[in-house]
């Protein structure tokens, strides 16, 4: 249902502030928030990290008092506890309670008495739940051997077990693959047009399509709320699809990221998306520059980093991001697009023949082959439970393969030695470093692990601390840290040693846009620098950063090539109206193959 200013509000906070600790270590994480939710609306709460999202709506819960203001629910005044309505509320955090031990079924049971759910009900709510998230033949399994978009749904339906009026949801699509992605979304929009508000927070700013209205956040304040539209109109005639012919498109990218006037430019299907400032002009001899239309992404960060240079506030030269060598300005003008910075002929980096793993009858890994080039950023996508994370851990070394062979750096992998891990880097998907320790004794610790002494060791410290602006929380406790923060430390721990491969385990996860935008400017300097990149990641966007990709399916390899094969094969096999219709994106590519491979294989196995 469209929201608009005449619909009233189910959720509304009026000059809602709250801070956390006291005197000069206070932190202000809401400041006199105005905001409405529209009711029989989706509205979507979009801002960077530390922005107060999910302090906003733990307000709404009643989990936290707010410290000034009033927040009022379907009209009444919501004060916590005993407010009224608050029964009406379905609520499910970032990291919600599921029982890894029990199965799915057993899982609704038990939040169906926390709930006091009627026992006349049960039934036939939990079959109408199992059906709408699709876990119907997954009622026995441990909620522990879900993947991570069943885990999800099924998080999704202990929240659901009441018919809410207001259903709340704190980044549920965080670390899911896009056919779980559009799957939660799918149950979400069911409920709205069922009757219930939807108060959704998220990290992925192409959520905000499926929208009727948006909360900005930054630093605890409302920059802007309304519809996409209104977000994206004012920015009509500054939006731009950039080409240029036997141009690499990362190479392209950071040319017009050093231009004035321009606040972002974006890899983006064959080109660059570039959203320029008003009135500003930024084209060069040789390039193709087509208007777009934009989109709430633009917006986004246009209120975000107003400023002059980088989108995001960092230095808008590419960064020595680890290496030892100075990394190239530009890759060479007559790279062909998609194409590795370093063509050279050489023997791959990473080799893959063959490889197979399995748990006892289960296979994870099915006779996989693959092999990367040095300086190439070459991506592992696949939905959850594709066997991702299996391959990687074999390839650093953490895994022993069933069979088949793999060398990394020339070295094999199958009876790794510390010399052969020494010339790797690995960020972990889940925050791997020591919470316990500030960010300066994880600096120390990965220095001293990785055999770093005397001046060396020194210098590389230096490096990290200034390279990723950790100067200023080097006594903070990485537990502690906002996630882009804890993302920057991650990754200068992995590349104290400066290693020659690099492994990427969905690194960006749970990151605000900005942050990812400064990621992989750093990771794109390390491939115009020589290192060789291995990333999996859910972020569809990011997946055009590589210079080539697999995707995978039921630990199988079903297709690969550069993004722009991807994305025609998905045409070809699944579009309409042959060669003249347009290429999917990214992510409608990747839904399409994936959906019609696993059709394929369920046909073959009834």
Same mark, same amino acid.
């Given at each position: ?24 270590? *206070? ?42 203001? @009033? ?34 079924? @057993? $899982? ?12 006349? /009900? ?20 441990? *909620? ?60 992925? !700013? ?41 141009? /690499? ?34 084209? *060069? ?65 990473? +080799?893959?023949?063959?490889?197979? &793993? ?15 080039? &040095? ?8 939905? $959850? ?12 070394? !953490? ?21 052969? =891990? ?48 950790? /100067? ?10 906002? /996630? ?16 020659? #491969? ?15 935008? +400064? ?13 060789? #990149?291995?990333?999996?990641? %859910?972020?569809?966007?990011?997946? @055009?950063?590589?210079? =080539? ?24 096999? %699944? ?29 073959? @196995?009834?």
């Amino acid at each position: 249902m469209p929201a608009d200013a005449e619909a009233p509000c189910a959720l509304q906070w009026r000059g809602v502030s709250k801070s956390f600790g006291r005197g000069a270590a *206070a932190v202000r994480a809401l400041r006199g928030v105005d905001a409405c939710v529209p009711a029989g609306s989706i509205t979507g709460l979009f801002g960077p990290d530390g922005a107060g999202k999910t302090t906003l709506i733990r307000v709404a819960t009643g989990l936290l008092r707010p410290d000034a203001g @009033e927040l009022r629910m379907f009209g009444a005044e919501h004060a916590g506890e005993a407010a009224p309505g608050l029964a009406d509320i379905g609520y499910m955090p970032q990291r919600f309670g599921l029982y890894d031990e029990l199965g799915v079924l @057993e $899982n609704l049971r038990l939040h169906a008495d926390l709930q006091g759910l009627d026992a006349a /009900q049960r039934e036939q709510r939990f079959a109408e739940l199992l059906r709408l998230t699709a876990l119907g033949p997954f009622g026995t399994r441990r *909620a522990g051997e879900l993947s991570g978009g069943m885990r999800q749904k099924l998080g999704l339906a202990c929240t659901l077990l009441r018919q809410p009026r207001l259903l709340l949801l704190d980044e549920p699509t965080v670390g899911v693959d896009p056919i779980s992605r559009r799957e939660l979304w799918d149950i979400i929009q069911d409920m709205c047009r069922r009757g219930t508000t939807v108060l959704v927070s998220t990290a992925y !700013l192409d959520e905000a399509t499926w929208c009727d209205h948006i909360v900005l956040l930054r630093q605890g304040r409302v920059l802007q709320q309304g519809t996409p539209q209104l977000f994206a109109q004012p920015l009509r005639g500054r939006c731009f699809e950039v080409a240029s012919s036997g141009r /690499q498109r990362r190479a392209l990218q950071l040319s017009l990221q050093r231009r004035a006037g321009v606040v972002d430019a974006l890899v983006h299907a064959d080109g660059v998306r570039v959203l320029l400032r008003p009135g500003a002009r930024a084209q *060069a001899p040789g390039e193709i520059w087509k208007a777009r239309e934009p989109a709430f992404e633009d917006a986004f960060v246009d209120a975000l980093q107003p400023r002059e240079g980088a989108a995001d506030g960092t230095r808008p030269e590419a960064v020595a991001a680890g290496v030892s060598s100075e990394a190239p300005a530009e890759a060479p003008a007559d790279a062909p697009a998609d194409a590795p910075v370093d063509a050279a002929p050489e023997a791959p980096m990473i +080799e893959v023949r063959a490889l197979r &793993r399995q748990f006892g009858e289960f296979v994870a890994v099915r006779d996989i082959d693959f092999e990367v080039r &040095r300086g190439e950023v070459f991506g592992l996508l696949g939905a $959850n439970g594709a066997g991702k994370s299996t391959t990687f851990r074999m390839l650093c070394g !953490l895994l022993a393969p069933s069979g088949g062979s793999l060398r990394v750096a020339r070295a094999d992998m199958r009876r790794p030695s510390p010399e052969a =891990r020494s010339r790797l880097g690995y960020v972990a998907q889940r925050f791997a470093l020591y919470a316990n320790l500030s960010v300066a004794q994880n600096l120390e610790f990965f220095a001293s692990a990785y055999g770093l002494r005397g001046a060396l060791r020194r210098r590389r410290l230096q490096w990290a601390r200034e390279e990723f602006d950790l /100067q200023d929380c080097a006594a903070t406790g990485a537990g502690e840290l906002a /996630q882009g923060y804890r993302q920057r430390l991650a990754l200068a721990c992995a590349l104290m040693h400066e290693p020659q #491969v690099l492994f990427l385990d969905e690194p960006t996860s749970g990151v605000d846009p900005l942050a990812r935008r +400064e990621f992989w400017r750093r990771i794109n300097a390390l491939a115009a620098g020589g290192v060789t #990149v291995l990333v999996t990641t %859910h972020f569809m966007d990011e997946a @055009e950063y590589c210079d =080539r990709l697999v995707l995978m399916s039921r630990g199988s390899i079903l297709a690969g090539g550069s993004p722009r094969e991807i994305r025609e094969l998905a045409r070809a096999a %699944h579009g309409a109206g042959g060669a003249s219709s347009p290429a999917p994106d990214m992510g409608e590519a990747f839904i399409a193959l994936v959906r019609a491979h696993e059709a394929g294989l369920r046909r073959a @196995e009834a």
